[in-house]
């Protein structure tokens, strides 16, 4: 067999496949992952942020349009931040602190996959973990999730290895990892990855109390209860001494307040088991096996108390929290996957109709993704080479189907991670197509350039805030003007109007026109892509004609 074979068979000597697995990995999360302009909404405060930090030279406090942004904690702005300071403030310097982080969650799921089981379960758990549906979504959004899930997962191992070993340094280092994961997203967080080592010490031996306390004394709460607080809530402390109230308001809302005060249309109890039915995709399907086996198997579950505790914990708690957001979900996915590992490790079907929805929930998600690549590339009218990818998985699916292997389960695990591997090449080539109905840094190129335009002269937008616009234009923008409003200001009058406002502006010159996509926000991903190839098409309903209009005093 070939050294090539046994690689995508997951066959290998075991550092070689690790070593493997990653390269291919990191290749498809930093393919094409920086030339897209920056996202509209949330991808824009975090990148207008860090651009104020640097033209004011205040890295504390965040302001996003000039306007105090208190809502979220530093961690993710400072590590844009650095990334900035080395490679400039673009978009691959913005999101590569991001994906890089996304790489590095991925890591150590393996870490904690071979850690709990053996150097084969770190294995499994890397594939599960790389292209889940969900992790995808953000794996280069430069958002506080992924930096969450990389601080989030480095908790976890540190904590299971402190465990395992015996060893307090490494709870020393969990507790800095937590701190660092309060720094990110807030202190929630202290109490959800609280929880869930509180219940893994309680359920992990005996139930006495002398081994809890032994395990209670392993955790050296006495020194990493204040090192958790010494990082995480130094800067909500500097915040609060220097805003007062004015902070405090505004970041309690966004945390606890959003748990527990925000409005809602009522109890939604099922709400987060929803999202973990789809959200690593296109395991769900083994997840939810493994699920009902450990339900039914009750007995025989402590080879997964660890990853019950992180899931059953964060299902409570953000089930009872009002405030529900799908991405809440994302750092469960490595407690989900480790679920999965031990059987494909060991288990082996005894009846024709267990063996049949086993495989089944590995491959038939692969068929489908196979189908929604041939479908990818016909609906977005891709290259022709592009059929390549959905060729190779039909290849790969015979291949792996008459394969003769002693463990039939590495070559399930493996079916739908090389599948969705060619479907991600091949999307990935049609990103850079969506930028010419995304002209925001044509924007800012024309302002740059021009002589005439007052660096300090705002931008107004007439009937809504395009969020990215105060990034590329690097300066204030004035949202929601009505053309009236604009055609009578009396200063130095810089603005972005629609086609059908011109008439109404007098003594203006237009620097530049365009297409805009017409919807405040791009993250309806789909319906963003089918409207820029509607537009490809000649179909420019979902766009608006917009003119960057100047006029002197």
């Known amino acids: 067999m070939s050294n090539f074979s046994k690689l995508i068979s997951l066959e290998a000597d075991h550092k070689q496949q690790a070593r493997f697995l990653m390269l291919v990995i990191s290749l498809v999360y930093l393919f094409n992952f920086h030339v897209n302009d920056i996202w509209t909404p949330n991808e824009s405060f975090y990148a207008e942020a860090v651009r104020e930090m640097f033209e004011s030279g205040n890295f504390f406090e965040f302001y996003y349009n000039y306007e105090p942004r208190y809502n979220k904690p530093p961690l993710t702005y400072w590590l844009i931040a650095g990334s900035s300071s080395i490679f400039g403030l673009n978009e691959f310097a913005i999101r590569l602190p991001i994906v890089l982080m996304g790489i590095g969650s991925i890591w150590f799921t393996y870490l904690i996959g071979r850690l709990l089981y053996e150097p084969k ?18 794996k280069q959004y430069a958002s506080p999730e992924m930096p969450l899930t990389f601080f989030f997962t480095l908790t976890m191992y540190y904590f299971l290895k402190g465990f395992t070993l015996h060893k307090s340094r490494y709870m020393l280092l969990a507790f800095i990892m937590l701190g660092l994961a309060t720094l990110t997203k807030g202190f929630p967080y202290i109490i959800v990855i609280g929880g869930i080592i509180g219940l893994y010490t309680l359920l992990k031996g005996p139930l006495s109390w002398q081994r809890i306390w032994m395990d209670i004394k392993l955790l ?3 020194i990493g209860i204040p090192l958790v607080l010494l990082i995480g809530l130094s800067w909500i402390i500097f915040m609060f001494l220097k805003n007062g109230t004015e902070f405090w308001e505004i970041y309690y809302r966004e945390t606890f307040g959003r748990a527990l005060n925000k409005k809602t249309n009522g109890p939604k109890p099922f709400y987060y088991l929803e999202v973990i039915s789809w959200s690593i995709l296109p395991y769900s399907l083994a997840f939810l096996f493994a699920l009902i086996k450990w339900i039914k198997d ?9 990853p019950i505790c992180w899931l059953v914990v964060m299902l409570a708690i953000f089930t009872i929290a009002k405030g529900k957001i799908p991405t809440y979900m994302i750092q469960a996915h490595p407690a989900m996957i480790l679920m999965i590992v031990p059987l494909l490790l060991n288990y082996e079907p005894k009846s024709n109709l ?3 929805l086993w495989s089944g929930s590995f491959l038939l998600p692969a068929v489908l993704i196979l189908i929604a690549n041939v479908f990818l590339i016909i609906q977005l009218h891709l290259h022709p080479l592009t059929y390549i990818t959905p060729v190779l998985g039909i290849i790969l699916l015979g291949y792996f189907h008459f394969k003769k292997s002693q463990n039939k389960n590495q070559l399930l695990v493996a079916t739908p991670f090389w599948i969705i591997f060619l479907f991600l090449i091949c999307f990935a080539t049609m990103l850079p197509r969506l930028e010419k109905f995304r002209p925001y840094d044509d924007i800012g190129e024309v302002l740059q350039m021009s002589s005439s335009v ?16 105060p ?8 949202r ?12 130095e009058t810089l603005a972005l109007v629609r086609e059908e406002s011109l008439p109404q502006l007098l003594g203006f010159d237009s620097l530049w026109s365009g297409l805009i996509y017409d919807f405040p926000s791009e993250s309806q991903f789909a319906k963003f892509i089918m409207a820029c190839v509607n537009a490809e098409n000649g179909d420019f309903s979902k766009f608006a004609k917009y003119h960057l209009v100047y006029r002197n005093q």
């Open 121 to 138: 379960g770190g294995i499994y758990a890397m594939v599960m973990m790389a292209f889940s549906v969900q992790l995808l979504a953000v």
């Open 220 to 222: 050296k709460l006495h």
């Open 298 to 306: 009750r007995k025989k579950s402590a080879p997964v108390l660890f």
């Open 354 to 356: 267990w063996r049949v």
């Open 454 to 469: 007052n660096p300090e002269t705002p931008i107004m937008i007439e009937g809504t805030l395009i969020h990215n616009i």
């Open 471 to 478: 990034f590329y234009a690097k300066r204030f923008a004035e």
């Open 480 to 491: 929601d003007k009505t053309a009236q409003q604009i055609n009578n200001n009396n200063d």
